[in-house]
Every structure is written in structure tokens, then in C-alpha cells.
């Protein structure tokens, strides 16, 4: 008696994957599902590859450019902190006012330090050579200096008299000297934090799609509600509570500089290299053979 093969009957299958659509729809389909972790890893390295090519001169006036949009997070926040009563729940909606930089800077394509501290390194965790370490801290030198540069112009600009009312100076001057104020300690873990939820944010950017904008607002805003310290947003904070004489440069450098500089860089590389590379080295490396 002659055995019975099965028919497959896959395609007869209402749940099988495609089973009900055409090769333009399945097309469809796969651009708006969300792109594998190696496809992800692969997009920000790209990013990041391009960004270390890129001349100092374009890399400076990026980093310039996103040092003033900066500025932006401290301002609105202070605006926003301005027209609120004293309450348990008012950091809940000034909070908001922070993530305005951060839109500025993400959707704008400008140099911030603190996303370059995933897309830049993944090139370096890649080739593993001395001429991309070399590329890497010359990149972090202009983004940092151009960066900083533009928190000390915006600073500056709001220092100016009347510009603003009593209320809203007020609000200003509290944020700054509390910024430059705080234990060392505190300091560094608030800035890992920061620094953490700054490389996440670009690591989840490329299949965000249209959600962009929600995740930018979403981790930016935990940044603000914790108080996190970030190296470029609080520095225009920082030197605004120097320039009018709630702080001195010591209290900036000390107090704030020295502590975010290092737990910002240590949470973002921290993130790439332990929870974002290291799962696709294997692959990786089998992918370069």
C-alpha cells in the first residue's frame, strides 16, 4: 500500500503570515514593521561613521547650533514654572517645557554631545582600531567646545535686563542655582541616568517612524521630572546662575561640569557597548569574515 504524503496546506491557512496578501501588500507590510536590532545597530552605525568624517568646521557649527537650541529646555521650563502655583504637581507639567530643546536638536539634525555618545562609539566598539579612537575624541573635542560655547551665548542673551518679568527671572534664577548646587555624588548617578535615557532615545529613533516625536517628548521629559542632569541643557543653566551671581565658575566646574561630563558619557557608552553591541558582536564579527 503506497504511502500517503500530507498536503501542505500552508496556504490554506487564514493565519499564516501573508497567507491573505498580495506581493504589493506584503511590501507594505514589511515597511512599517519594526526593523531588527541589527538593522537598528547598523543605521545609528552609519550615523555615526558619517558623523566622524565630517570636517571639524561643519562638525563645530552643528554642535553651536544645538548648544543654543539647547538653551531652549532651560527656558521653556522656567516659562512654564513661571505661570504655576506652587504645588506637589507642578514639576509634572513644567517638566514639559524642558523637552523643547531636545525636539529642537533631534528633529533639527543638530551635534549634541550626549546622543554621540551611542552613534559615534558604535564605529570604535566595530573596528576596535586606534585611528577611530583618535577620530572619536577629536569628534567629542569640537562637539563638546562648540557645544558649550552655545550654552554660554544663550545664557548670556537671557541675562538681558527686562527681557523677561519678575515672576519669570525668578523661576530662571532658582532652576540655574539649584543645577550647580547639588552633592557630587547625586550629581554623577542623576547624569548616568540622563545619559542612559539620552542613548536609548536615539537607539529607538530609527523605528520609531511617525512616533518620533512621542519618544523624544517621552524620554527627555523622565530626564526633566528626575531632575536628571544633563551636560549641555543644565551648562546653559549653569552659566546663567554664574552670570548673575548665584554661583561662581568653581561651583559650575566642580559642582556640575566634572560629575554630568562623566556620568553622561559613562551612561550613554555604558548602554551601547553592554546592552546594545554586545548582543550583535557575534554576528558581527561571523557577518566580517
Not at 550626549?114 to 583618535?134: G, I, K, Q, W
Not at 519678575?166 to 552633592?183: C, M, N, R, Y
Not at 551671581?245 to 559650575?252: F, M, N, T
Request: hydrophobic residues 55%; glycine residues 8%.
Amino acid at each position: 500500500m503506497q504511502a500517503v504524503t500530507p498536503k501542505d496546506d500552508s496556504s490554506r491557512d487564514p493565519f499564516a503570515k501573508g497567507a491573505k496578501l498580495d506581493e504589493a501588500e506584503k511590501s507594505q507590510a514589511e515597511r512599517h514593521a519594526t526593523p531588527p536590532a541589527l538593522v537598528i545597530h547598523e543605521i545609528i552605525r552609519d550615523e555615526g561613521e558619517a558623523a566622524l568624517a565630517r570636517g571639524a568646521a561643519a562638525t563645530g557649527w552643528s554642535g553651536l547650533a544645538a548648544g543654543l537650541s539647547m538653551g531652549f529646555s532651560f527656558l521653556g521650563l522656567a516659562l512654564i514654572q513661571s505661570a504655576l502655583p506652587e504645588a506637589p504637581w507642578r514639576p509634572l507639567v513644567d517638566s514639559l517645557g524642558y523637552c523643547i530643546g531636545f525636539v529642537i536638536v533631534v528633529l533639527g539634525r543638530q551635534q549634541l554631545f550626549t546622543e554621540s555618545t551611542l552613534s559615534a562609539v558604535l564605529p570604535l566598539l566595530v573596528r576596535r582600531d586606534p585611528a577611530t579612537l583618535l577620530a572619536l575624541l577629536r569628534f567629542w573635542a569640537v562637539v563638546l567646545t562648540t557645544n558649550v560655547l552655545g550654552t554660554v551665548a544663550f545664557a548670556a542673551l537671557l541675562t538681558f535686563p527686562e527681557l523677561f518679568s519678575s515672576a519669570q527671572t525668578q523661576a530662571l534664577g532658582e532652576i540655574a542655582a539649584a543645577s550647580v548646587h547639588e552633592p557630587f555624588g547625586p550629581t554623577l548617578i542623576k547624569a548616568i541616568l540622563a545619559g542612559w535615557l539620552i542613548a536609548l532615545m536615539v537607539w529607538l529613533l530609527p523605528g520609531a517612524k511617525s512616533a518620533r516625536l512621542f519618544v523624544i517628548v517621552l524620554l527627555t521629559y523622565v530626564v526633566a521630572l528626575g531632575r536628571f542632569s544633563h551636560i549641555i541643557a543644565g551648562s546653559v543653566e549653569g552659566f546663567y546662575a554664574v552670570f548673575t551671581g548665584r554661583a561662581s565658575l568653581g561651583d559650575y566646574a566642580f559642582g556640575f561640569f566634572v560629575p554630568t561630563i562623566l556620568g553622561n558619557t559613562l551612561g550613554g557608552v555604558a548602554l551601547v557597548a553592554m546592552l546594545n553591541h554586545a548582543p550583535l558582536a557575534p554576528q558581527l564579527r561571523e557577518d566580517a569574515d
